[in-house]
């Protein structure tokens, strides 16, 4: 079974500029997530989708963060204009659905490999 | 709110030699709380993870962690560590919003490093 999969692995632009990462989640997995982590600071959740909705994107920095889950396979997470503050690694997790909440508990995220975002 | 510590930003230890890495927690409903280590140029992989049940959770690669509710503690122990433990660890929390809602919350990472 293939894992998460998360590309570019590594993108380095100007201040300004436009950057989109993509995720490819595990296939069959309704639930995707993205977090980022700046540099030595802790991994934090920018939001969360079921299929193609956004579930909660309360962690989302600011407008100039578009994320986007067209069909509900593969999400892309879009900074523009990108700022330097934007430096960090992306993380993308998927995790599968469940009928009820008592079972949703049960379903842990798989992270992928991030994309590490340097912006100049 | 939920949030997790983990006191120690790096933790050298000798080979063979037995291992802590300590993660505290708050919250104020019942938790699930996971460990995941990132291996160097690699992704974040679970190393295991307490819902209920027994406090003493097994993981993968010979890690085990303890569920102290009374400490609000879930250290991570391995009695004897190889060079290929070399790697930075996070402790989490699972938190759950409302139906549907839920979010994982990482401590900073303890990135351990092993001496041969």
């Known amino acids: 079974e293939a894992g998460v999969t998360q590309f570019p692995s590594h993108s380095v632009i100007e201040k300004g500029q436009t950057v989109t990462l993509r995720c490819d989640p595990i296939?069959?997995?309704?639930?995707l997530y993205w977090y980022r982590r700046v540099m030595g600071k802790e991994i934090k959740f920018l939001l969360h989708f079921v299929k193609e909705s956004k579930q909660d994107e309360s962690g989302m920095p600011n407008n100039r963060f578009l994320a986007e889950r067209t069909g509900g396979t593969y999400s892309t997470l879009k900074v523009q204009p990108a700022e330097l503050e934007d430096s960090g690694v992306y993380f993308c997790a998927s995790s599968q659905d469940c009928a009820g909440f008592a079972t949703l508990q049960d379903q842990p995220q798989h992270f992928g490999d991030g994309t590490r975002l340097s912006i100049l | 709110a939920q949030s997790v510590t983990q006191l120690d930003s790096q933790v050298p230890v000798f080979e063979e030699a037995p291992v802590e890495l300590r993660c505290n927690y708050s919250s104020s409903v019942s938790v699930y709380l996971f460990w995941y280590v990132q291996y160097p140029n690699q992704g974040l992989q679970l190393l295991l993870k307490y819902l209920s049940g027994s406090t003493l959770v097994k993981g993968i690669n010979g890690f085990e962690a303890e569920f102290n509710k009374s400490q609000t503690s879930f250290h991570l122990r391995k009695p004897s560590v190889h060079i290929s433990d070399t790697a930075e660890y996070f402790c989490?929390?699972?938190?759950?919003?409302?139906?549907?809602?839920?979010?994982?919350?990482f401590g900073t990472g303890t990135r351990l490093t092993i001496i041969p």
């Open positions: 296939s069959g997995h309704d639930n």
């Open positions: 989490a929390v699972r938190y759950f919003t409302n139906f549907g809602n839920e979010k994982l919350t």
